[in-house]
């Protein structure tokens, strides 16, 4: 399946590499990075694999998530095709998740 990424979801790894540019490096942030991408390749292969995400059950739109290091990569299926819709740092309150 072919796997688009929103605006919103590509903010956040953004945010997430700035941060780690930062605070750690360019090296680890660029290995951060690919490998949030990777694993976001991998869900288009195995759509399935990802739980449904509790926390917005109530959208009631089927969003999955697989887990990434600190992070939940959060995705639809919709007509055949995959959007990631977030990348959630674990690490915080899972309300935020909603933001």
């Not at 694993?39 to 995400?53: C, D």
């Not at 926390?55 to 959007?83: A, F, P, S, T, W």
Request: hydrophobic share 40%.
């Amino acid at each position: 399946m072919k796997v688009h990424w929103t605006a919103f979801a590509v903010n956040e790894l953004k945010s997430i590499f700035i941060y780690y540019r930062a605070v750690a490096g360019g090296a680890v942030a660029e290995n951060i990075r690919k490998t949030i991408l990777n694993t976001a390749k991998f869900i288009g292969k195995y759509p399935n694999m990802g739980m449904l995400e509790e926390n917005l059950e109530d959208l009631d739109q089927g969003h999955r998530y697989i887990v990434e290091g600190n992070y939940k990569i959060i995705y639809l299926i919709l007509d055949g095709e995959i959007y990631i819709t977030d990348v959630f740092d674990c690490r915080q309150n899972p309300q935020k998740i909603r933001r």
